[in-house]
């Protein structure tokens, strides 16, 4: 089969779409079965474009402009032409958007649509960017042949704000990055928590400091647990909303028992959550949650909460909370810190939901998706 993909976010995202990206072709041409035909403005960030070339069935189409208008209209206009040169058995847009006029190319056509938050949170957002993404998602929606979403939740909030087909709309889950699945060495555990200062025992939470990741219950559920021999560990990019949330950090009177590390690189990531205690994921609302995931694959304890899809993420391998109730949080890790028996069910519990979202498993869902379309 030989599929095409809008590649932009591949070359240009390192985090979340893009990680999405770039596990979905890789998985699709690891087994040599699939031609996949990658279209992108820009050549983009050097390792992550080589990193899908190692496969071999893999290759990119570029615009011959050269001008950063002429590349923004290639991708959302012009390149249907070079869609239609290459003879593709279908084109899939990987992030809730599909080129304008991609009905003319006569093939068929699949979008993944990760969230619609922008709709469900619009304040969370600038007024441009809501305005982008929603007309640019709502086209798709309409567009496209069928559509996948990334969780039930997902799903759910493409039936009720765009009043799409239920029948349209398959749920195909995404996996984690496989080094999550390595065990690392304790040699290398403990040389990353040097690096950054941490003690021996300490819980962990990996997300981009904004309110939806809501950073405030946590802290506030650490202020009421009484144990700073275990401090958290924020590991997020530097974000405007961090000096704030300094400043409530202090304000609780927990300093000491918080650390904010900035740009932490992806190879240390492993390493953190395996020598953590538990991993703690408290946004109010996402599309899936692959930091979940991230922790069951990293064989710890993972706290969540309620809400949106972090339940269809984890499985039986989390503890789930109201995510504004920050005693129920504080009473969950001292659950987990202290009950080995707990512990124990969690592991065992995350290890088969972690079956749902093996490479063989996501392979076998894309392909009966894609078969559905041909």
């Known amino acids: 089969m030989r599929i095409g993909f809008d590649a932009k976010k591949i070359v240009s995202n390192l985090t979340g779409i893009g990680n999405y990206s770039r ?15 990658l279209y992108t403005p820009k050549y983009g960030d050097d390792r992550c474009r ?13 615009p011959s402009a050269t001008s950063s208008i002429g590349r923004h209209w290639w991708r959302n206009h012009g390149m249907i032409n070079d869609i239609r040169k290459d003879c593709l058995d279908l084109f899939h847009g990987l992030s809730n958007e599909l080129p304008f006029g991609i009905s003319s190319a006569d093939i068929p056509t699949a979008v993944t649509i990760h969230d619609l938050i922008f709709l469900r949170y ?11 993404l929603e007309r640019k998602t709502r ?10 979403a990334i969780s039930e939740q997902t799903k759910r909030d493409i039936i009720d704000f765009y009043h799409t087909d239920p029948d349209k709309i398959d749920v195909v889950y995404q996996g984690c990055n496989p080094a999550f699945y390595h065990k690392e060495s304790p040699e290398k555990i403990r040389r990353v928590r040097d690096e950054y200062n941490i003690p021996e025992r300490y819980m962990l939470n990996v997300g981009t400091i904004e309110d939806r990741k809501n950073h405030s219950t946590i802290v506030k559920a650490l202020a009421r647990l009484n144990d700073p021999e275990i401090p958290l560990v924020i590991v997020s990019k530097h974000t405007s909303l961090q000096e704030k949330l300094e400043y409530e950090i202090q304000s609780l009177g927990i300093t000491d028992r918080v650390r904010i590390i900035n740009n932490v690189t992806f190879d240390r990531l492993p390493a953190l959550y395996q020598g953590s205690q538990a991993a703690i994921y408290f946004s109010y609302f996402e599309g899936f949650g ?17 809400g949106s899809c972090l339940e269809e993420a984890g499985g039986a391998g989390a503890i789930y909370c109201n995510p ?16 080995r028996n707990l512990r124990q069910q969690l592991s065992d519990g995350g290890k088969e939901h972690l079956k749902n979202f093996s490479t063989e498993t996501l392979r076998d869902n894309l392909r009966k998706f894609y078969n559905r379309l041909i």
Do not use: H
């Open 324 to 339: 504004f109730a920050p005693d129920e949080l504080a009473d969950a890790m001292r659950q987990v810190l202290s009950d």
């Open 290 to 306: 692959i930091p979940v995931l991230e922790g069951l694959a990293s064989g710890v304890p993972v706290i969540a909460a309620t």
């Open 50 to 62: 080589r990193e899908l070339l190692e496969n071999g069935n893999v290759r990119y189409v570029y």
């Open 122 to 132: 619009p304040n969370t957002y600038d007024l441009l960017s809501r305005l982008i």
């Open 139 to 148: 086209y798709a929606c309409k567009t496209a042949t069928r559509i996948i």
């Open 23 to 37: 596990g979905l072709v890789n998985i699709l041409s690891a087994d040599g079965n699939d031609e996949c035909v």
